[in-house]
């Protein structure tokens, strides 16, 4: 992760705009839909070749669709626990441990418990022209997009739009 001000210094190299995204504190997933728009399997990052099965246990996030109106798509991006209801948790070390912890859990109706929630960040098996187009389609399809902004040239509009995403700079 990088912080507002090495945004805005990287940003003064690049040609042209960028999309901006703050890092999110939560589990890496995979969910894969079928033919028909269903979720077919949800997957943890794992070592990167194989992650974890959790499709029963992300069937109790009501975040994530179990039907879309898409066809053989995948879509990643991260399982969270809000801090809201992180404080119902009295003995928990971090709102990551315990997402983690909720998808894990050998009775998957126990993960509705925790209170998980999802930002979808990749669409793979569509094309889309723009990242921010790629955004908006997740959108559509049900979920909740990772917040994020277009950067636009010059560097200093980029301070403005990057410092409003970055909790250093609050």
């Known amino acids: 992760a990088y912080s507002a001000r090495e945004v ?4 003064k190299g690049f040609a042209s705009d960028f999309v901006a995204s703050p890092k999110l504190d939560g589990l890496a997933c995979s969910l894969k839909y079928d033919a028909n728009g269903y979720l077919e399997l949800a997957s943890t990052r794992g070592d990167g070749q194989r992650g974890d099965d959790i499709t029963a246990n ?3 996030i009501q975040a994530i669709p179990k039907h879309i109106q898409a066809s053989n798509v995948e879509i990643r991006g991260e399982v969270y626990m809000p801090l809201s209801s992180f404080k119902n948790f009295d003995d928990a070390v971090s709102p990551r441990n ?3 912890g909720g998808l894990k859990q050998k009775d998957p109706a126990e993960t509705a418990k925790y209170g998980l929630s999802f930002f979808g960040y990749e669409l793979l098996g569509e094309t889309h022209q723009t990242e921010m187009e790629k955004l908006a389609r ?7 997009a990772v917040e994020h902004r277009l ?3 010059p560097a200093n509009d980029a301070k403005f739009n990057v410092m409003s ?4 700079e609050r």
């Open 98 to 100: 315990l997402a983690v």
């Open 8 to 11: 805005v210094e990287k940003a």
């Open 58 to 60: 992300v069937r109790y």
């Open 165 to 168: 995403l970055s909790s250093d």
């Open 151 to 153: 950067i636009v040239r």
């Open 138 to 144: 997740i959108q559509s399809l049900g979920f909740q």
